[in-house]
């Protein structure tokens, strides 16, 4: 819940009467006649949420509201007018206005727009938290993750970055196994130098040793000039080796001796080349099945499981899926040039409990489709794909409880464990850290059982 509240509005009854309502239910109210009286509050103090009226004397609420987008980064403005029509509430949410609420309204409308404005927040701020934190080591690819399992998948890449030995990541199509390798790249100590990556599907069996290890110019015909094969491309940096369950027997076999004799032979060369290279593999099948059944050879499939990153799929980490959309549709505004801000409850509570079979990459791909349909600056059921509204989803399944609030806490938790940990234990600077009162997080701490950490207040 918002911790305090701006209430700017001319009419001394309304702004009273929300002022005795919000406070009932735990709100720190502060409030101010005109738009000048709100710059000043906000200059002063800090706020969670502010009330604002359409038509004030002096500076109106549209005037306003650019200023107080500018001074209060991230906290969601919603809008007041006993004048509504949708043009003027298309321009409020244009301007950066998180909602707008038509007079006369009822208490109860103002509190669930608030609520809905904090949780989503809380959301935002923590999906901010988790890109930094990761994007200090992985750099232009942020990774969004706050389940406990991907947490894991993301400490077993930071150690196992550090080492030259073969990572091997298994998991479905579509659930960011060439950014985790790239966060291995990215992380290690050969991050200066060529990352290269290989899909050893889409290469025809003919090219592929060429292409891996490179020819002497005459090798073969059309081999009309000598060339340096992606492995020495890679030299002193990483390669990374995708769908490498796709490989022909016969290229595992020298692959094998690459990896082993940490060298090359292109085609139509006799002497072999040193080379020194980070190698990095995935694959969606599982190798172990492809050894059983003749198709992979033991031998390789031992060299390149030393270190086994499994990835899970997007139906088993249900928590990132709201930062997930954060993200993407905060990146729908540098590459589409169209800003959708928000996603509304129905539709994202339709994107957390949809299966996913191509798991992240179809997130993406199905939130740039709607990005591209959506009329407004906010998504609906409406712009969704169709067959993802209709598809049963996975709350059939036994008990599993997929609600937002789920999402919402357990990133909270994570958050807060984190703060506290990072401050010493001192719960004034971890409020500070996490942009919350301390107040709030004493509540906080409660609420979660963590009562119980070591900890100082000061």
């Excluded at 701006?6 to 738009?35: I, M, N």
């Excluded at 990541?169 to 966060?183: C, D, F």
């Excluded at 984190?418 to 997080?441: C, D, F, P, Q, V």
């Amino acid at each position: 819940m918002a911790e305090r509240i701006l209430v700017a509005d001319d009419d001394d009854a309304l702004r009273e009467s929300l002022e005795l309502v919000l406070a009932a239910e735990g709100y720190e109210v502060v409030t101010a006649r005109d738009g000048a009286a709100a710059l000043a509050v906000v200059e002063a103090q800090p706020v969670d949420v502010v009330l604002c009226d359409l038509r004030m004397p002096g500076m109106d609420g549209l005037e306003l509201l650019p200023q107080l987008v500018r001074r209060l980064p991230g906290v969601p403005v919603l809008l007041m007018s006993a004048y509504g029509s949708s043009d003027l509430a298309v321009e409020a949410l244009r301007r950066g206005a998180y909602d707008y609420l038509a007079k006369p309204f009822q208490p109860s409308e103002v509190l669930l727009t608030l609520r809905k404005a904090h949780e989503r927040e809380k959301l935002r701020r923590a999906n901010q938290i988790l890109q930094r934190d990761v994007q200090r080591a992985v750099g232009e690819r942020p990774i969004v993750a706050a389940s406990a399992c991907m947490i894991q998948v993301l400490e077993l890449v930071e150690r196992a970055a550090e080492f030259k030995a073969t990572v091997l990541l298994q998991g479905e199509s579509g659930t960011g196994k060439e950014v985790l390798a790239r966060a291995v790249h990215a992380q290690s100590p050969r991050r200066e130098e060529a990352f290269v990556a290989v899909n050893c599907a889409a290469i025809p069996e003919t090219l592929l040793e060429s292409e891996l290890f490179g020819h002497a110019k005459g090798a073969f015909t059309g081999a009309d000039r000598a060339r340096r094969g992606l492995f020495s491309e890679a030299d002193a940096g990483t390669i990374f080796l995708d769908e490498i369950g796709e490989l022909p027997l016969a290229l595992q076999a020298k692959l094998l001796r690459v990896l082993q004799e940490e060298e090359v032979r292109p085609v139509g060369e006799s002497k072999p080349r040193r080379i020194d290279v980070r190698v990095i593999a995935a694959t969606a099948r599982e190798l172990e099945a492809e050894v059983s059944a003749g198709r992979f050879r033991e031998d390789l499939f031992y060299r390149l499981d030393v270190v086994r990153v499994s990835v899970p799929p997007l139906r088993e980490r249900r928590e990132d899926i709201p930062l997930l959309v954060d993200h993407f549709l905060g990146r729908s505004l540098e590459s589409l040039g169209k800003a959708v801000r928000s996603v509304d409850d129905d539709a994202l509570e339709r994107l957390v409990g949809y299966a996913w079979p191509g798991n992240v990459r179809e997130l993406e791909n199905v939130l740039e489709r709607a990005v591209i349909l959506a009329r407004g600056e906010r998504l609906t059921l409406a712009d969704l794909p169709p067959n993802l509204v209709s598809a049963p989803g996975e709350r059939r399944g036994a008990g599993r409880d997929l609600s937002l609030r789920r999402a919402r806490r357990a990133v909270e938790a994570r958050l807060i464990g984190e703060a506290l940990e990072a401050t010493g234990g001192n719960r004034t600077h971890a409020a500070r850290l996490l942009g919350i009162s301390h107040r709030a997080l004493l509540y906080k701490l409660k609420e979660y059982g963590l009562g119980g950490r070591e900890a100082r207040t000061s």
